[in-house]
């Protein structure tokens, strides 16, 4: 510090160039993990939005082939018929299941079970209490006997409605699985404010901002492609994991429609880099253009006369007759 200043001398040009460097390396890095993690935190812990996004599913002609698979042989392992008997039964089951599936009904109770499920998970989550996750399906099982009753399928009356405990979540699984919610909703608020911050204090440091405002840019798309690439690696791995007996398709169905926003996500961060990079290098470009313009000396009325009389002089090299 200068003697008698009360001011500290200003970081050299180097220093700051670092440490712009550095936070915007920061905010470029974390802004992926932010959008990650905010997803998992706001959008997945909300039981109206993951109705709602699970909802189209209802349409969906893989999960209805998954759902009527499933309830058929639900319901077949609950009705106290002979093996000849089964054989003949068993595809009038799951043709009625099916054709239930393209109903309105099948649609109120798609959203009623997950909205059951949802709640019952997130109550989980958010208690202290060390019990496994149930979910009662008895009025699905209800409308589904109705269904079957009304299209005369045989035995379908004998079809018993209990209100049987699904497991959802074993008790052994939730003491981690609160234990990563609770930093995903830390995390999901600091992470975006963080790459926020760090970018624009990174911005505010450099020397030069507008490579600066083009380096963050190109890391903002440069996130954008790697969270898209680990919504595709995410979705492989999902699947390569399922159990033989869970229908792959449906699976893939449901991945989809839980990562789209991600993927919306990350194609915005992708097109808003790449634009905001563009118009800085134009900017930029016009900017040094202009520049040179004005360096370039015009000539005035004097140095014009100038000229034409040294064009007009004799030389004096020349012999004189």
């Known amino acids: 510090m200068p003697p ?44 109206g ?21 499933t309830v058929g042989d639900g319901i077949m392992r609950e009705v106290d018929v002979g093996r000849p008997m089964r054989g003949t039964v068993a595809p009038f089951v799951r ?5 239930f599936t393209q ?51 045989p035995l379908a009356a004998r079809i018993p409605v209990q209100h049987t405990a699904v497991a959802v979540l074993p008790a052994a699984e939730l003491d981690r699985l609160r234990k990563g919610f609770h930093v995903l909703e830390v995390a999901g608020f600091w992470l975006p404010v963080a790459a926020v911050v760090f970018a624009v204090g990174g911005i505010a440091l450099a020397v030069r901002r507008r490579r600066a405002v083009t380096a963050t840019a190109l890391g903002t798309a440069l996130g954008g492609a790697l969270l898209g690439l680990a919504l595709v690696i995410g979705r492989r791995l999902t699947l390569a994991d ?40 134009v900017g930029g470009h016009l900017r040094r253009s202009r520049t040179r313009e004005r360096r370039q000396p015009a000539a ?16 004096q090299n020349m012999p004189v007759m």
């Open 4 to 47: 008698g200043s009360p001011w500290p001398t200003p970081p050299s040009a180097g220093l700051r160039r670092a440490l712009s460097a550095l936070l915007i390396a920061l905010g470029c890095l974390l802004l992926p993990f932010g959008a990650l993690a905010a997803w998992a935190a706001y959008g997945l812990a909300d039981t």
């Open 49 to 69: 939005q993951y109705v709602s996004t699970m909802a189209p599913l209802a349409d969906d002609p893989d999960v209805r082939d998954a759902v009527a698979d």
């Open 95 to 99: 043709e009625a299941v099916r054709s």
């Open 103 to 153: 109903t309105r009904a099948f649609r109120l109770a798609w959203d009623a079970g997950n909205r059951a499920t949802h709640d019952a998970v997130l109550r989980a989550l958010q208690d202290e209490r060390e019990e496994p996750v149930t979910v009662d399906l008895a009025p699905v099982t209800a409308q589904v006997k109705d269904q079957l009753t009304q299209d005369h399928v």
């Open 242 to 281: 399922l159990p033989p007996d869970v229908s792959h398709p449906a699976a893939a169905a449901v991945y989809d429609a839980l990562t789209a926003t991600l993927r919306t996500v990350s194609w915005l961060l992708l097109a808003l880099g790449l634009t905001v990079a563009a118009l800085a290098w």
């Open 300 to 315: 005035g009325p004097a140095d014009s006369a100038s000229l034409r009389a040294d064009s007009q002089a004799p030389d």
